[in-house]
Structure formats: structure tokens, C-alpha cells
């Protein structure tokens, strides 16, 4: 095997040989997606026992042959992921914050008033030491009862005032709270879900949930709750300052002393924070990556007894996790000790100053300055520690920031067609196909998969595709959707390339039923008529029995209603099958594709999938995909795909009749092996 080990700032590409595992070489993360197709190119040559390549490998040659493909940042010349419009590494913060607030515009009024009424609250709070002052002062050494009853009532509407706005406030921050978040995993979700194929295979399921989720609800808490409470830190801490200025300079410069340390421990504190909060992300992304693939393979996990196996990998993640949180626990923990250290000495000096001005009986400070004055005191460093601490909530803002919209900077499926005029609709599809000269190499990589390909399908055609596992059958077909774009040629449908098609238009006339059929968990009925809106059921119902699947629907208690689980669960494969050919039919396309859609059933459920399919690809210019030979029998024409290559065509007594032909070669094969009933 082969593999790459992250490491802090750097990483290992590792290989194992006979149970031992050695590092052969370290790099930086700034190589780690050139290293990466570097490891998936020798597991490919592993997978296929090609030693002798193995051996020959060189790692200059594939690093070379890789950077034809990478894209470099002009700032730090790393390579920028395929697809991003900016280096991640070199985000602009300034412009990455001034992102962010776009989701808190559509609701300004309402932050504008939350904020108004914060101010409100931390005004109302700022009021009470002033009146312990006055009563000190004035009230109890000249026994003023009647200013004292006002000042009673006034602390009383004070409490009650500030409760009141303090809970309409709470109030008014979760409304919008719970708007931007529903915005953010809105655009987030809306945005993946117009993302290539090419995108998910190369990123893990895990990974996608926790930026849509996890990452979306920092930047909303730090949008919605921490800029306001930034904001009035800043209003309470300018507000305070004023009034201790005041009320006796000389002491206010000396509660104001400690500002510049603290100042100066929460940029360092934030600077390496911020790049251990990188760290934990990645490796909760990891983490979460790992149950969205085990879960939905349980089954696979149990079968092969790979239980133990998975719950160490899932420990060895949960230690990564652990070993970077307790990394910003300790910045943490040495942080605010500091802070501490720092605001204590400010209380000191102004006890020790302050007291003294009052035991010497100073008239220009009183005792009920002073106690006014500490009271106020605390209210200043609160809001200045709050603001330290905020710094490492805004890092985690940022870093999720960077990470949500690295998705939002992924460029899109395209509708970018390649001749003048996109064609957004016609009236009739007739559904002739032409590939023409069409070969396909995938991102990153200089083999090609399909070579000069040319074919001609006539309107209402079945085309049968065989050939050996790997030779490129289903990446045929996956052209034709546009789930790829062809690398050279083009392919056309009724004589207009495909990329000048309206890509939303051109799936809607393409019927897909695959070797594994995917139901969503709801109803029957539902997934018979997914992708179509507004379906009666009578044309549900009708779908179902040409597809061979009504009685088996009946024969539950809540027949079309019935609930099934996630991925089907509930169903057999055979009748997952019917209800996907079912909702192919329901969708009445004019082209079809069915990529092994009788595999691994048994006889009598094949007949009843044979027999729905037939009614299927009625009229529609069909390609199948088979590895059972039999089933191709009335297919118009075959086409043999090996390595890449049309290497044969025609009828299916015509490629019989080639006594070394490779069709005739699979068919003598499959033949032999029914013989001995294996």
C-alpha cells in the first residue's frame, strides 16, 4: 500500500511491504494535492500487480507530469485547487470579514435595533455605580431622604428596564441568528448541489456535512452575537474611559496602564490561535469523514467482521482531535492567567493610589469616588478581557469563513457551450447520436479512458456495450448526461453538440437506470415520481405496472404509501430495480441508459426486470450496459469496448461469427462457465 501521513506543516508519503510501514519521504502541505496523485498513480499500479511499473516509478517524472496540470498561486505559488478562484492560503482577511456581513444585510434594521438596545442594557448597567457614588457622597453624610427615595425607585426601574430590553434583545438576536444560519446552509447546500461529479469523487461525504453544518454555525454565532458584542465592548469600554477620565484623571491612567500588555498578549494569542483552530478543523473533518463512510457501509463493516478495525480508526481520529484541542486548551490556559496577571495589577495600583488619596483625606478624592471608581474599574476590564476572548471566537469565524466559502469559490457545473446560441429547449427530440472522434482523460491525469471514439446511433437504436471490466463502458455513457465533458471531439444529439444544450434541458431527456439503484427515504410513490412534478398518481400507478412492480407494491398494507428506508432498505434489489425502472419510465425520456440493470438478481426476478425493460426502451435510443451477454440478443447493433477503444461493432449473430473476435472470445467464456453452473 501507499499512503500520505499529515503532519503538523508537513507530511509523509508512506509505503507498506509485508506488514511494515516506512516513510520514504516528508514534504510540505504546500505539495500534499500533487503527492496525493502521486499515491492514488502507484495504488492504481498496485490494484493492477504491475511491479515492474512499480519499480520503474520515478518521482521527479510524476511530479513533472503532475504540475502540467496545477494551477499556481501568484502570491505564494502553491497550487490552487482545481476549480477555486483564489488561493486559500492567501485570503484577504479584510475582504474575507467584509464577505461575511452580506448575510447579516437583508436584516440590518433588525441588527441595527439589537445593537441599539444592547447599548441600552449596557448603559442601564453603568448607572448603578454612579448612584452608589452619589448616595456615599452626598445622601447618607447629609441625610437627604427624599433624593434617597428617588434614587431607590430609580435603581428599581433601572433592574426592571434592563431585564425587559435585555430579554426582547436575546429574543431579536436568535430570530436572526436562526435567519443567516438558514441563509448560510441555504446557499452552501444550493451551491454543492451545482458542484461536477468530479467533486465528490474526489471529496469525502464527512467533510462535505461539516462545512455545510459546523462551519456555517460559527460564522453565524460570530456574525449575529460576536460583532455586536464587539461593538458594545468597544461603546462600554470608550463609554467608561470618559467617565473615570472625569471623574480623576490621574487614577483613570492608571486603570488604563495595563491596555497596551493586553493588547499586545491577544495579537500573539491570536496569530497562534488561528492556526490550531486550522488544525482541529481538519481534523474534525476527518473525523466526520469517517463515520459518513462507515455508517452507510455497516452492513459491508459487519460481513466482514471489520468491526474493531473502524472503531480504531475512529479512535485514532478522535486522538488527533483531541491532541489540537488540548493544544488550544493550553494557549488558552497560559492566555488568560496573563490577562489576569495583567488587569490585577491595574486593580493594585489603583487601590494603593486611590486608598491612599482618601486615608490622607486628598479633597479631590472622595470615598465615594473611589468605590464608584472601582466598580467602574471592573466594568472596563471585563469588556477588554471579553474583547481578548472574542478575538479567538472571531479566528474560529475566519478560518470557517475560509473553509465555507472555499466551497462558494468552486466553480459550478457550466453551462458554457461551445458554439454561439444555447439552446434552452426544442420541441421534439428525435434522439439520433453521433460521437465524433470523442476521447476523455480525466482531471490530473494523462491516460486517456476513451480514445477516438466514433460513433453513429439512428433515433429509437439499442446499443449494446460489452467488454472487459475497466475498459470504459460506463464512462461511455457518463458523457452523454455531461456528467464529464469530453476532453477531444464532441458528441451531438440531433446534430447539435451537447454543450450547446441548456444543461437542466439536456438531463431531463436522458433516462438513467443504474447497476445499483439509489431510492430516497420516503414513500413508494415518491420515488417513482421524483424529478417529476406535480405526477398524478394514476401515471405513478401505470409506471409501476409496466415496470413489473404494482403487485409486489399491493401485496404491503399502505401499497404506494409504503415508507422505505434510506438507500431502499426494506426492499430487494430486484424490486429496488422495478421501482427505478419504474421512475425511468415515469419520466418518459427520449434517450436511455441502463448500466447493468439485470446484474445480481435471480432468474425469475431477471425475466420481470427483462420484460419491464423491454417496455422501457420502446421508441428511445437506448445504451446498455451488460455483462450477461444473453440479455443483448435484440439489442440493433454491439459495440465491443476494450481498453479505451471501439474495437468492435455490429449485430450480435455478426460478432458471433468472428472466430477471434473478443466478443466471441467473452460470449465462449460465459458459455463454458453456465455449462459447469458455476
Known sequence: DVKIKRYVGNAFLQIKVNETTKSILRFSLSYIQRFEWIASKVKQLINNNDHESIKDADLTDMTRERLEYEEKCPVCGRSVPKGMK??????????????????????????????????????????????????????????????????????????????????????????????????????????IQKLSINYYNTNRTGKIMNRVTTDTGRLQNFLVNGMQMMLNHLFTIIFIAIILISMDWQLALISLSPVPIIVGLTLVFAKKIHKIFHRIWRRLGNMKAILGDTIPGIKIVKAFTKENEEISKFDDSLNEV?????????????????????????????????????????????????????????RFYNPVLALARLSGQYEQAITSAERVFNILDIEPETDEHTHSNLILDKDQLRGEITFDKVSFTYDGDDEEVLTDINLKVKPGQTIGLVGPTGAGKTTFVNLLPRFYDVSDGSIKVDDEDIRDYDLQWLRRQIGIVPQHPFLFYGTIAENIAY?????????????????????????????????????????????????????????????????????????????????AIDRLIDGRTTFVIAHRLSTLKNADKLIVIEDGQIVEEGTHEELLQKENGVFKKLWDMQSNVAKIGV
Open 86 to 191: 483564489v488561493c486559500p492560503k492567501c485570503v484577504d482577511k479584510k475582504k474575507l470579514f467584509k464577505r461575511m456581513f452580506k448575510y447579516l444585510k437583508p436584516y440590518w434594521k433588525k441588527a441595527f435595533l439589537a445593537l441599539t438596545l444592547l447599548w441600552v442594557v449596557t448603559a442601564l448597567n453603568l448607572t448603578p455605580p454612579y448612584i452608589t457614588k452619589t448616595m456615599i457622597d452626598d445622601i447618607f453624610p447629609n441625610q437627604k431622604y427624599q433624593l434617597f427615595t428617588y434614587m431607590i425607585v430609580t435603581l428599581a426601574l433601572v433592574y426592571i428596564f434592563r431585564a425587559i430590553f435585555l430579554g426582547f434583545r436575546v429574543y431579536l438576536i436568535q430570530w436572526i441568528g436562526q435567519k443567516v444560519t438558514r441563509d448560510l446552509r441555504s446557499e452552501v447546500y444550493a451551491h
Open 322 to 378: 483531541f491532541k489540537e484541542q488540548m493544544k488550544a486548551t493550553k494557549a488558552r490556559s497560559l492566555f488568560r492567567p496573563a490577562m489576569s496577571i495583567s488587569t490585577a495589577v491595574g486593580a493594585v495600583l489603583i487601590w494603593g493610589y486611590g486608598g491612599y488619596n482618601v486615608l490622607t483625606g486628598t479633597e479631590r478624592l472622595t470615598l465615594g469616588v473611589l468605590v464608584a471608581f472601582i466598580a467602574y474599574m471592573w
Open 531 to 611: 424529478g417529476i412534478e406535480g405526477a398524478e398518481r394514476e401515471d405513478i400507478i401505470r409506471a409501476a405496472k409496466m415496470a413489473n412492480a404494482h403487485d409486489f407494491i399491493m401485496d404491503f398494507p399502505m401499497g404506494y404509501d409504503t415508507h422505505v428506508g434510506e438507500r431502499g432498505i426494506g426492499l430487494s434489489g430486484g424490486e429496488r430495480q422495478r421501482v427505478s425502472i419504474a421512475r425511468a419510465i415515469l419520466k418518459n425520456a427520449k434517450i436511455m441508459i441502463l448500466d447493468e440493470a439485470t446484474s445480481a438478481v435471480d432468474t425469475e426476478t431477471e425475466s420481470k426486470i427483462q420484460s
